[in-house]
């Protein structure tokens, strides 16, 4: 059985056998046992980090000072509260940081970032602008949708062409003001594959 550390745009943490691009970390959620305590961060520094960094390998879920967890792409991480890490991605990082709201330090962005994706424990949803970036993903129904030049339904194991919803029935933008605004700067998430290959297809 898969162990629960997948995580969705609406920043909820899953158990399914699909891993996904990246991966990263809330601090550390899990117990000896490799289940989650009931704490889903405990650190406002939400990461997404790289898969393959300098060809360290560790069995999942057995440290005590992290808990691995694991994204289908950028856009999902992204959605859900995460942000570029400074030591694995620094690359990309260094973009995310230019291209977010006044360009600050790490801390400051992680403080605003904890501020925007939640309403307590609950994901924190927002108007819909009309004319989304790439990477930008929206909720409609409880499930999530990303935009890639049209909306692509979000899985676990990727994403596909469906009837997209009317705009007036999402629900919110699901990822958060600051990240939307570093999208709409310029700042280009990593994609699943199954998003760009969706979006091919002729109408």
């Not at 601090?27 to 405990?42: A, K, Q």
């Not at 939400?46 to 792409?73: A, N, P, Q, S, Y």
Request: aromatic share 10%.
């Amino acid at each position: 059985m898969a162990l629960q550390n997948r995580v969705t745009p609406f920043g909820e943490i899953v158990s399914v056998p699909a891993r996904g691009l990246l991966t990263g970390n809330r601090g550390l959620l899990h117990g000896p046992d490799r289940e989650l305590t009931r704490s889903r961060w405990t650190t406002q520094a939400w990461l997404v980090c790289r898969c393959d960094w300098k060809g360290i390998r560790r069995e999942v879920m057995t440290g005590r000072k992290w808990t691995e967890l694991f994204f289908l792409d950028e856009a999902t991480a992204l959605a859900a509260g995460h942000r570029p890490c400074f030591l694995c991605r620094r690359v990309e990082a260094e973009r995310f940081r230019a291209a977010f709201p006044g360009a600050l330090r790490a801390s400051e962005m992680d403080a605003v970032l904890h501020g925007e994706r939640l309403r307590g424990r609950e994901k924190r949803l927002y108007p819909l602008p009309e004319d989304p970036p790439q990477g930008a993903m929206a909720a409609a129904g409880g499930v999530a949708w990303l935009w890639a030049g049209r909306w692509l339904l979000w899985s676990p194991e990727g994403y596909r062409r469906a009837d997209s919803p009317d705009p007036s029935a999402f629900d919110g933008l699901l990822t958060p003001p600051s990240t939307f605004a570093a999208l709409s700067a310029g700042y280009a998430p990593m994609l699943h594959p199954s998003a760009l290959t969706e979006t091919r297809y002729d109408d």
